[in-house]
Structures are given as structure tokens and as C-alpha cells.
RNA sequence: GGCCCAGUAGUUCAACUGGAUAGAAUAUCAGAUUUCGGCUCUGACGGUUGGGGGUUCGAAUCCCUUCUGGGUCACCA
């Protein structure tokens, strides 16, 4: 039991015997720094059960806990605010639980039931960018932070493969590519494919300029360009089944697929299964007729199928075309149920999509549910806002696009630039100095993204790039190597056992007090899906550890056991950091 | 136009989901330290939480209204 729980327990007691009035809930927080005092009690919702001034209510309470529960030494009463001083025994106490727990504040998998995270979920007709950059770290981190708060998860992504901007690509290789491949060119697959993809561009582009040179108003031009005629005959001829543009279409996917997995890799992101359109596009057709039965849809007299969601405060949706094939809501209602017959012990799924579909998940869901899936309650949109650059919106067509190969790069080249002059890294490979830089970059990066609430759109300057100071990841980065630095020179071993007894300073119990605080933080950045919970943890972690390694020396310290205490407990921050990182995908360098 | 999201120090972000005097970083200025590792630490400056109303012991947070920015309202995915 949590000394928490046993609070609460000792509070409710208390009502009984002074007031002899039940009470439902006790509200706890984190005592402000202002004041003295670990943890507060808020008594003023208290008020409801119990009409009484606030302040003569904490101090009895006070009164009441001072004496009945060890753990408490103090009390003072500031209004509705009650709050406890703690005793040194039950912070040591904890600090022994710390140190015998290298991954402390995690909790082991309960085998009910399993998450489906859903991320990246590219189109394979160009390479992934900025925004795939964002939704993979978010995905990502969300599927670990669901993981370390006792979830089962499988991480999952749909990959479009099909429709007709995969044939523009197609297309415009078979036209002009003279048959080149990754391996003739040197380029990573899913790059060569995006190349054709823009020549594809170009070329429609001045078809369509000579078709208004003719006389064609430009939205007869659009649609009559001879190019866009072909590559649409060509996505018939894929869905008919014809030989040499499947064929074509595997090639071509191949070398996306092989392009993607390098990046995802540099990326330090996976999956446990893929799921592809082509495989998945014609599955919700079924569940329609179900649908209908049920009388959840309507057909109406061309014989398209519709959801009517005005009595929901939404529109009517269309769920099947007149000429009877899916439409993009239909595939995901078939995937979504498809996925559940896959893991039956997927009880809940999260989608991380941008925001700009907020509308669509929403009436996904609400038709989930009128389905019938109890399923569908445990469904949950991850929704993040775009990421902006100065010059303004991204867009593929213009080559404003900030490719996440180029960025990962670049970032490691900066941390370079700034690591370079330090130079702790003397004795270390070429290869090793490498790593390290990469490492860097990619905190920087990630931690830059992830620390941002999801739903608020980031504005990212390629050219001022990423901070190296202040709340960035290369500065928390720093601080572990720091502390490892420590580590080596220590002369106490720090597998000892923990002191039990021990004179805390103020400075190393402020520092427990924020390694306390782990568990909770976990949990709660897996009820909100938020890895920025965790970023900011680990930054307040870190400025409580510099505040407490400016005050007091560590390896200097008067007594052995203090040195033993200190070491001991430098370490366990250094854990701390490594685990909350682990959770936003970002590596510690033992050196940097 | 209907619906959804965002708006907080000059800037980038927080605020335990209704709690104490709205906090950090950055930038600027002033100091401490010169070391266990250099980018450490302590101050100062900076706010009508877009504006206006309301709800209550208490509002950045909830409700109404209004302004600004973005998204979305496809038989595209």
C-alpha cells in the first residue's frame, strides 16, 4: 500500500471518529515549493460532506495524522491547504525500492487485455517527411509509455499501397525511367519512387498548359491531360488484375518498402505487423449489409449506401458507392474489425493520425458503435497538430518538404559541430564518435517534438534547428554522461546496500521526492497519451539533480557514507533519465 | 456559413485536468563557482492567460459571447 492509500484510509478514519460522517475521496498534491511540506491534503472539496471552516478542518486532521501515522513528523495548515512534512525513514525506505528496481515506476504487463497503436501508415508513392516524423516519434513513444504503464501492445501501421497516385509514379518511371533502380542509381528506393512521382507532376503540368493553349478552360484541362487518362486506365488495369502493371506495382513497392525500413530504423522505430490497402480495401463491404439489416445504414435510390449522423449532431455519411465498391470509410470499418479477428486480445485501438481527420474517425467510431462492437468504446484518435515551417506550409509539389532522411542527418552533423570542441570522446572510434553524434542529433530532435503537446501545431526551423540548451534532450543527454562520468571515478561500490539510516539534506530529499513522482507520471502520460508528460519530467529531474550537485559534493563529501548515499543516488537519477527516455525512444551516450 | 482544434512573459513551452502568489527555458542584465565534466548555480527584468460577461470558497482550465489563426465539411485516401 502506498503511503497515499494509507493517508486516505487514516483521513476517512478520521471523519468517522471526529465528525462521524463517511467521506468519499481524498484529493492529494504535491506540496509547493513556497511552502513547507511534502505532500498536501486539499481540504476544502471536503466542504461538501462537512460544513466547517477549512483551516480548523486541516488542523485537526493534522493533529489527528501526526499522531496516528509514523510517516508524518509535521503539519501546518495554510487555508484549505493541509500540509504533511514527512519522515527521513520513509524517504530512505523508498530509496531502498528504488535502488533494488532498475526499471522502478514500470509496471509489468497484466495479461487482459492488449492495445493496437496504429502509426506512420504511409503512401508509398514518395518518401516519409517531417510530418511522418512527428506521427512516428508520437506513435512510437505512446505505444512504449502504454507498455510501461502495464499494457499489452501491438504496434501496427495500414500502408496505402494502392489508388492512383501510386500509378502516377508507376507511370512516369515506365515513360521516362530507363529502367532504372535502386541499385543502378544508388538511391534509396522510396526517393527514386518519389522522383518519378514529381516528373509525373511536371509533365501533367504541361500537358496541361498546352491544353489551355488550345482553348480548354484549366478544369477541362486538368482532367483531360493525357497523362492523368493513362495513369487512371493504369489503376483499372491493377484493379482487373493485369499481369504486367501488377508486376510493375510489386517492383515498385519493393523498393519503397526497403527504402522505409532504413529510415525506420535511423528513426529507432517498429512494428509488430503491417497491414496493407491492397489486402484491406474491400473488406467493409460485408459489415454494410449487415449494417443495413441492422438498420444502422440506408440505401438510398441509385443504390449507394449512406449513415445518417444528424441525430448524432453530425452529417450523413456515404459508406458504399452506387456502383457498389468501398469508399475510404468502408475499408476502415472492415480493418478495424479485420484487426480484432487478427489479436483477439486487442480490447482497444489508437490511431495516430494528424488532426485534419478528426471528422473522420469521429463518425468512424460513432458507426463502430452502432455496429454493435463493444469494442468500439476503447477506440481512441491520436490526433497531432501539423508541423510548420517558417516559410509556411509544407507541400511535396513545391519541394518545401523538410525529408526525414536529409533532417536525421543534418541533426547529427550539428551535434557534431557542437560536441567536436569538446572532445571527451578521445579514445573513442570513428564509428563510436558517429553513434554518439547520431544519438544527440536524434535527442535533440525527438525531444523537440515529443515535449510539445500533441495536439498543438509546431513551428520547426530547419535553419535554427534544435537548441542544444536549456529544456532540449542533448542537455538532459549531458547531465547522464555527467553523472556517468561520476559513476567511474567513484570509489564506493554502488551495488552496497542502501543506508536506511541517514540525515537527509534538503537538496537529496527534493531529489527523491521528484523520483517519486516517476510512477505516477507514467501512468498518467498513458491515460492522456501525452510523451510530453514524460519529456518534462525528465527535465525536472535533471534541474532538481544540477541544483543538488551544486550544493553538496558528491565524491568529496565528509563521510563515507554520505559519499555511498550520494553516488548511490546520483545513479538512481541516472536511471531514472535512461527509463523516462526509453519511453520517447531516445538513447543516453555514456560519454558526450 | 456549420462543426472541430489552438490562442498563456519578446520567443519556445508548462501548469498534476477546478486549487495556493500562473511556472521553466531562451534572450537581456547582475552576481556565485573555476570543480566530479565543458553548457553548473543564485538573482533581476518580463503577464489584464486574445477581449467581454457568467458559474463558486477558488477559473488559464467549465458555460455564454466575441476576435484571430488553422483544420474540416469529396461517391480522394
Redesign the pocket.
Known amino acids: 500500500m502506498t503511503l497515499q492509500e494509507s493517508l486516505s484510509q487514516h483521513i476517512k478514519q478520521a471523519f468517522v471518529t471526529l465528525y462521524n460522517t463517511p467521506l468519499e475521496t481524498v ?9 513547507e ?1 511534502d505532500i ?1 491534503v ?1 481540504t ?2 471536503m ?2 460532506t462537512i460544513k466547517m471552516n ?1 483551516a480548523q478542518l486541516g488542523e485537526e486532521l493534522g493533529a489527528y495524522l501526526s499522531e496516528h501515522v509514523d510517516e508524518v513528523v509535521r503539519y501546518n495548515v ?6 504533511l512534512v514527512l519522515s527521513d525513514a520513509y524517504f530512505m525506505t523508498f530509496f531502498q525500492t528504488v535502488c533494488a528496481n532498475p526499471t522502478f515506476g514500470f509496471v509489468s504487463p497484466s495479461d487482459d487485455q492488449a492495445v493496437m497503436v496504429e502509426y506512420s501508415s504511409p ?1 508509398t508513392n514518395k518518401p516519409l517527411h517531417l510530418g511522418h516524423v512527428r506521427n512516428n516519434l508520437l506513435g512510437y513513444s505512446v505505444s512504449e509509455i502504454l507498455k510501461a504503464s502495464g499494457k499489452k501492445v501491438y504496434k501496427t501501421q495500414i500502408i ?1 499501397d ?4 501510386i500509378c502516377k509514379s508507376m507511370l512516369a518511371w515506365q515513360r521516362y525511367g530507363n529502367n532504372e533502380t535502386p541499385e543502378s542509381t544508388g538511391l534509396k528506393g522510396d526517393k527514386l519512387v518519389g522522383n518519378y512521382y514529381v516528373k509525373f507532376d511536371q509533365v501533367y503540368k504541361e500537358e496541361i498548359k498546352e491544353l489551355e493553349a488550345k482553348g480548354l478552360s484549366t478544369e477541362e484541362a486538368k482532367a483531360q491531360a493525357p497523362i492523368l487518362l493513362e495513369a487512371q486506365d493504369m489503376l483499372l488495369k491493377w484493379e482487373a488484375g493485369d499481369a504486367a502493371v501488377v508486376s510493375l506495382w510489386e517492383q515498385m513497392n519493393a523498393w519503397v518498402y526497403a527504402g522505409f525500413e532504413v529510415t525506420y530504423k535511423a528513426l529507432g522505430v517498429n512494428f509488430d505487423s503491417y497491414y496493407y ?1 491492397s489486402q484491406t ?1 474491400l473488406l467493409g463491404k460485408s459489415f454494410i449489409q449487415e449494417g443495413l439489416q441492422k438498420g444502422v445504414f440506408i440505401k ?1 435510390e ?3 449506401v449512406w449513415c445518417d449522423l444528424t441525430s448524432d ?3 450523413e455519411k ?1 459508406v458504399l ?3 457498389g ?7 476502415d470499418i472492415g480493418t478495424a474489425i479485420q484487426r480484432l479477428k487478427d489479436f483477439p486480445d486487442v480490447g482497444g485501438m489508437v490511431y495516430t493520425v ?7 474517425f ?1 463518425v468512424l467510431f460513432l458507426i463502430l458503435k452502432k455496429l454493435g462492437f463493444d469494442w468500439a468504446k476503447n477506440l481512441t484518435h491520436l ?1 497531432y ?2 508541423v510548420d515551417l517558417p516559410s509556411g ?1 509544407m507541400k511535396s509539389r513545391e519541394g518545401t518538404v523538410v525529408d526525414a532522411d536529409d533532417l536525421i542527418v543534418e541533426m547529427a552533423s550539428t551535434a557534431k559541430e ?8 578521445e579514445g573513442y572510434s570513428e564509428l563510436e564518435k558517429a553513434e554518439t553524434y547520431t544519438t544527440i542529433g536524434l535527442g535533440a530532435l525527438k525531444y ?1 517534438i515529443l ?9 520547426f526551423d530547419p535553419q535554427a534547428s534544435v ?6 534532450g ?2 538532459i543527454q ?2 547522464y ?6 559513476l ?3 570509489p564506493v561500490e554502488t551495488k552496497d546496500e542502501p543506508l536506511l539510516e541517514y540525515a537527509l539534506h534538503d537538496k537529496e530529499k527534493s531529489l527523491l521526492k521528484q523520483l517519486q ?1 516517476f510512477p ?1 507520471v507514467i501512468q ?1 502520460a498513458a ?2 497519451y ?1 510523451p ?2 514524460v519529456a ?1 519530467y525528465a ?2 529531474l ?2 532538481e539533480f ?11 563529501a565528509d563521510s563515507t557514507s554520505e559519499i555511498r548515499f ?1 553516488v548511490q543516488l546520483s545513479q538512481a537519477v541516472a536511471t531514472t533519465i535512461k527509463n523516462a527516455f526509453s519511453l520517447l525512444g531516445i538513447q543516453v551516450p ?3
Not at 515535449?451 to 513551428?459: E, F, G, N, Q, Y
Not at 537548441?467 to 532540449?472: A, K, R
Open positions: 484529493e492529494f498534491q504535491a506540496t509547493r515549493k513556497d511552502f511540506g498536501t486539499v476544502f472539496s466542504l461538501r477549512p495554510v487555508k484549505g491547504f493541509l500540509n503512401n496505402n494502392r489508388g492512383i497516385h490497402e480495401y438510398k441509385d443504390g449507394s449532431g453530425l452529417d456515404i458507392r452506387a456502383d465498391t468501398a469508399v475510404y470509410m468502408t475499408q494528424g488532426n485534419e481527420q478528426d471528422y473522420h469521429k490526433s497538430g501539423m506550409k557542437i560536441s567536436q570542441e569538446l572532445g571527451k570522446l523537440f515535449k510539445v503537446d500533441p495536439k498543438k501545431r509546431i513551428l537548441d542544444f540548451q536549456g529544456n532540449t542533448p542537455f549531458y547531465t554522461a555527467r553523472i556517468q562520468a561520476i567511474r571515478k567513484s513522482l505516477e498518467q491515460s492522456n501525452s510530453a508528460l518534462n527535465y525536472d535533471v534541474k544540477n541544483s543538488f550537485y551544486q550544493n553538496v559534493s558528491i565524491l568529496g550520494r555514456e560519454r558526450m
